[in-house]
Antibody, heavy 117, light 113 residues
Framework: EVQLVESGGGLVQPGGSVRLSCAAS????????MAWVRQAPGKGPQWVAN????????YYVDSVKGRFTISRDNAKNSFYLQMNRLRAEDTGLYYC??????????WGRGTLVTVSS | DIVMTQSPDSLAVSLGERATIKCKSS????????????LAWFQQKPGQPPKPLIYGASTRESGVPDRFSGSGSGTDFTLTISSLQAEDVAVYYCHQYLDAPLTFGGGTKVEIK
């Protein structure tokens, strides 16, 4: 079955760190760009970052530059989002997504990150 | 950043009637090299991830009913549901994937009148 499964979310204090993981199955992982998209409660989706097939290109939304790092391990069919210096406004459901080019037509079900003291 | 502006914010339509959602981008979404428009539409129901409906402005994803259609070019786009069904109640988002940061519209909530 073609799917993406996120893990690693939870309750984190402001200023803290968390690492999200996304496990891919059912498709040739190293052929696709991968992305993280988040959704704050009651809001629309916000693209966070994406990474090229070989990891040589990475792009981030301005609000996370210098705090978040996207990476991938093609041998494990997985990719990651290291989130540091977390803020309350980083709270939300984090989806991993993939597809042809920058268009993502496969989404996981999300993992919830709550930044609160 | 490319700003995506959707209208209306919400829409109530009778079952079997047409629903029309507009999306305007702050710059053209035509990719100069590929000559394809990098605009997609997503449907999101409560508790679910966004579901892709349309890409390339007008190409339906596999399995999407043909009552959903996308049109438009350049900076102005439309998602049409030709005959609204009860299962179409959702929030719909347009999305540009031409340039980073990738951006989404604010969403249009579709309900039954």
């Amino acid at each position: 079955e073609v799917q993406l499964v996120e893990s690693g979310g939870g309750l984190v204090q402001p200023g803290g760190s968390v690492r999200l993981s996304c496990a891919a199955s059912g498709f040739t992982f190293n052929n696709y760009w991968m992305a993280w998209v988040r959704q704050a409660p009651g809001k629309g989706p916000q693209w966070v970052a994406n990474i090229k097939q070989d990891g040589s290109e990475k792009y981030y939304v301005d609000s996370v530059k210098g705090r978040f790092t996207i990476s991938r391990d093609n041998a494990k069919n997985s990719f990651y989002l290291q989130m540091n210096r977390l803020r309350a406004e980083d709270t939300g459901l984090y989806y991993c997504a993939s597809g042809p080019g920058w268009y993502s037509n496969l989404w996981g079900r999300g993992t919830l990150v709550t930044v609160s003291s | 950043d490319i700003v995506m502006t959707q209208s209306p914010d919400s829409l109530a339509v009778s079952l079997g009637e047409r629903a029309t959602i507009k999306c305007k981008s702050s710059q053209s979404l035509l990719h100069r090299t590929y000559r394809e428009t990098f605009l997609a539409w997503f449907q999101q129901k409560p508790g679910q991830p966004p579901k892709p409906l349309i890409y390339g402005a007008s190409t339906r994803e596999s399995g999407v009913p043909d009552r959903f259609s996308g049109s438009g070019s350049g900076t102005d786009f439309t998602l049409t549901i030709s005959s609204l069904q009860a299962e179409d109640v959702a929030v719909y988002y347009c999305h540009q994937y031409l340039d980073a940061p990738l951006t989404f519209g604010g969403g249009t909530k579709v309900e039954i009148k």
